[in-house]
């Protein structure tokens, strides 16, 4: 079966990659805030240390042969690894010249090795100008299938963002939020009502942000004002969604003169322009509850497979969906993406690719 | 890797696999993973039964015992092979996975030492 992998991660080899990107030339100058409680166990894969040594995910060849190759990975989504804690660094200017650096080290240094990479458009969300400035530079390669980034300064339903969503709407590309910077640096890790002491209930509660942002978006009005721009949640799990639709369509039956502006029921906006990636899927006891749970929200034509190559949680195509029904499998192993990210269109989906699809 | 005959056992030479060093042996189509754990041998099945990874590329060490709220006591030291990916505790002498101990479990294979050589029993 064809597979689009919707989360890879590439990495800088060291920050000095940047340097024929930056403005100024300077990469020493650049750092990253802490990205929340760091793994005690290690971030990587054990087996995903390039042949040469170095930092896994940072050789694009050997992510060739030990991903796309070893797994029949058909097209690879990458999002930067790297810079995962960049909307934690309050610095503005440097977070968005990191920003821009980085895309143009995806374009110029991966995008070469093989076709089959395909790349997100990193924004620093603080400055939301220079962001949808940003995105309008990069929108003219096919390649770039999505914008990202992995923290918002506030909820993202919020106006102070809707530069960002303006520019996504105009160039068609959907808006992909990360876990990894909700508690970096100045973001303050408190969307657990307090901050977490463990790297265990780090982990659980990345996906909390999500609940809020989806409330957010949808309430007030994202996807009526931007009906070009679908949300793409990376990492934040997806058995939550019963809970949050149901939850929602019930507020709003009481609430709804709070949010005129909504034409449908706040579970179809959610239905219809937020997408979830797999990794990393809940795993309840019997496995065939997933399959129940998701079901009632029709989450089969909302879900693209994603591996997280080359972190410690990588989900394996051969595994990851065992318990589902045949005919989710290719939904969520490639159509639903490729419909998302309009590869057809793009004319990416060539070869011995489109001949399977 | 040396897979002598007969086909339930496996012989390998002792200078092949010092202290520190881990390799795959394959038998028919069981993976094994045997590693030399400070003079200790043990083989255990090389696929995670989680996702399949590659257990020989894990880490092996020591872990935190079951203890009181707030206590913490090292334990199992050189005794616990976790997975390469979802780091997942395996003990080598049981195969059981510490935390879910009924449900996941690797295959441990009996190692008989010389001083010349390791014997596999598949």
């Known amino acids: 079966m064809p597979i689009i992998d919707a989360d890879v991660h590439h990495q800088y080899p060291n920050v000095d990659a940047l340097a024929p990107y930056l403005p100024d030339h300077d990469a020493a100058k650049v750092f990253f805030p802490n990205a929340g409680i760091g793994n005690p166990r290690g971030g990587m894969r054990k087996d995903a240390v390039p042949p040469g040594g170095g930092v896994p995910g940072s050789d694009p060849r050997f992510m060739v042969e030990h991903h796309l190759d070893a797994y029949g990975v058909d097209y690879a989504i990458l999002n930067p690894g790297s810079p995962l804690a960049l909307g934690g660094l309050p610095f503005e200017d440097m977070a968005a010249d990191v920003a821009s650096a980085t895309n143009d080290w995806t374009v110029h240094e991966w995008f070469p090795v093989d076709p089959r990479y395909l790349g997100s458009i990193l924004v620093a969300p603080r400055d939301p100008q220079r962001a949808a400035a940003e995105i309008h530079r990069m929108a003219s390669n096919p390649r770039m299938v999505q914008i990202t980034m992995t923290s918002s300064p506030c909820l993202m339903g919020d106006r102070y963002m809707h530069p960002i969503y303006q520019a996504a709407d105009e160039v068609g590309l959907p808006m992909c939020l990360h876990v990894g910077g909700a508690d970096a640096g100045v973001n303050f890790g408190s969307y657990f009502g307090g901050a977490p002491s463990s790297f265990i209930q780090h982990h659980v509660g990345m996906c909390i942000p999500a609940l809020a942002h989806v409330v957010s978006m949808v309430l007030e009005g994202v996807f009526e004002k931007f009906p070009n721009m679908h949300l793409v949640l990376n990492e934040f799990g997806v058995t939550w969604l019963p809970f949050l639709m149901w939850r929602l369509d019930m507020e709003y039956r009481a609430g709804r003169e709070d949010v005129p502006w909504l034409k449908r029921m706040p579970s179809e906006y959610i239905r219809e322009f937020v997408h979830f990636t797999t990794q990393p899927l809940e795993t309840p006891d019997r496995p065939k509850d997933i399959v129940t749970l998701l079901e009632l929200v029709g989450a089969q034509d909302m879900l693209l497979y994603s591996s997280d190559y080359p972190h410690w949680d990588f989900d394996s195509p051969k595994y990851v969906l065992s318990g589902f029904p045949a005919d989710w499998k290719p939904k969520i192993m490639f159509e639903n993406s490729l419909k998302l990210f309009r590869l057809r269109e793009r004319g990416l989906a060539l070869g011995a690719f489109a001949a399977a699809v | ?122």
């Open chain 2, 1 to 122: 890797m040396t897979a002598t005959q007969p086909v339930d056992t496996v012989t390998i030479p002792l200078r092949d696999l010092p202290p520190g060093a881990r390799q795959v042996v394959t038998v028919g189509r069981r993976e094994i993973a045997v590693l030399n754990v400070a003079g200790t041998i043990h083989a255990v099945s090389n696929l995670c039964p989680h996702q399949r990874a590659p257990m020989v590329a894990g880490t092996v060490g020591g872990t935190r015992l079951p203890s009181d709220v707030g206590e913490f006591t090292y334990g199992l030291a050189g005794q616990v092979l976790r997975c390469p990916w979802h780091t997942y505790e395996f003990d080598l002498t049981t195969g059981r996975c510490l935390a879910d101990p009924d449900r996941l479990k690797l295959n441990v294979y009996r190692v008989e030492q010389t001083d010349t050589e390791v014997v596999i029993h598949v």
